[in-house]
């Protein structure tokens, strides 16, 4: 895979170590399974909370000068996010701005 925040618990390449895989989340509903989220869209999710849970988040993102290399970047959420939503429309709109720390 070319972004390791696209792997799935289970997924991610390893040689040795600990068996044990922690890489994105499913989404339960009733006691069922309805969905799982890539690293990416946990990430983002986790961002999205109103309570922050984590002091910082770690991401990569292609070089933009060598496609060969990723460039690693921490996140850190600095404040309250703002959000926005409009449901008048037939599509919903939902605005959200998230202070961040690269």
Known sequence: MENESDYMAGQIPQES???????????????????????E???TALLLRRKIITDYYVQSFPDPINDQYRVVM?????????????????????NIT?????
Do not use: H, Y
């Open 74 to 94: 921490q996140l850190q959420r600095q404040d309250k996010m703002k959000m926005k939503m409009n449901f008048k429309n037939v599509v919903p709109e939902i």
């Open 41 to 43: 869209e946990t990430r």
């Open 17 to 39: 170590c600990d068996p044990v895989q922690m890489m994105g989340s499913a989404v339960f509903k009733n006691a069922k399974m309805i969905v799982t989220l890539s690293g």
């Open 98 to 102: 998230i202070p961040i720390n690269l």
